[in-house]
């Protein structure tokens, strides 16, 4: 896994609350995107990864299984190989 989603795991986390935690790391990028230097972009565009991996398995969601199919997806496109 690319990302170690498990170190800020939120089980019990509703898809309420885990699209809020997203929709507030997707706002706080954009205005860092804005006025902010590339150390700050990187940096709040992989908190907002984190909360998306971490929305998809407090859904129950097989991130590994998931990964797999949108690799095979990118490898359809030419933009990755396939696993």
């Known amino acids: 896994m690319l990302l170690d989603f498990k170190a800020v795991k939120t089980r019990n986390n509703t898809s309420e609350q885990a699209y809020k935690i ?3 790391s997707e706002e706080l ?8 230097g590339w150390d700050r972009i990187i940096e709040e565009t992989f908190d907002v990864m ?5 929305m998809l ?3 129950g969601i097989d991130i590994q299984e998931e990964y797999k199919k ?4 990118m490898a ?8």
């Open 22 to 24: 997203l929709e507030e």
């Open 29 to 36: 990028s954009y205005e860092i995107s804005r006025n902010g």
């Open 50 to 54: 984190q909360a998306c991996f971490t």
């Open 57 to 59: 398995d407090g859904m």
């Open 70 to 73: 949108h690799r095979n997806k």
């Open 76 to 83: 359809m496109r030419g933009w990755a190989e396939r696993d």
